[in-house]
């Protein structure tokens, strides 16, 4: 069957099948890792994926509970955004400094650059 779809359509196939996969193997990692489920509970989640693989893990991603974990992880990417977004603006500050100070622009040229860097955030 393969030799008539042709190198791009075997591709394709792999393709899909690759993404399958990573998904299901994610899908079983977190069903395992999870603490808050009993063992029953996780003995039928993992019938219900392996009996139906594709619609069984994407019913598992769509009904599976929030857990604090996942809650505090994106607290801290949250506030490693705002850091960022942060450092950012006073690093461009301060090179709007150093630029006033050579003399490369002037004092109303860094207030309107300053004050437009402070309205983004």
């Not at 999870?34 to 769509?62: C, S, T, V």
Request: glycine share 4%.
């Amino acid at each position: 069957m393969l030799a008539y779809i042709g190198f791009v359509g075997t591709l394709l196939l792999f393709l899909i099948f690759s993404a399958l996969i990573i998904l299901w193997i994610f899908v079983l990692i977190d069903l395992f890792r999870r603490e808050d489920l009993e063992w029953w509970y996780k003995a039928l989640w993992l019938f219900l994926i392996i009996i139906l693989p594709f619609f069984g893990a994407l019913i598992y991603l769509a009904a599976r509970p929030v857990m604090q974990e996942d809650i505090e992880l994106q607290k801290e990417i949250n506030s490693q955004r705002e850091y960022s977004k942060a450092a950012k603006t006073t690093d461009q500050l301060h090179t709007l400094s150093v630029l006033r100070d050579t003399g490369q622009i002037s004092q109303e040229e860094f207030e309107k650059k300053k004050t437009k860097i402070l309205a983004k955030t």
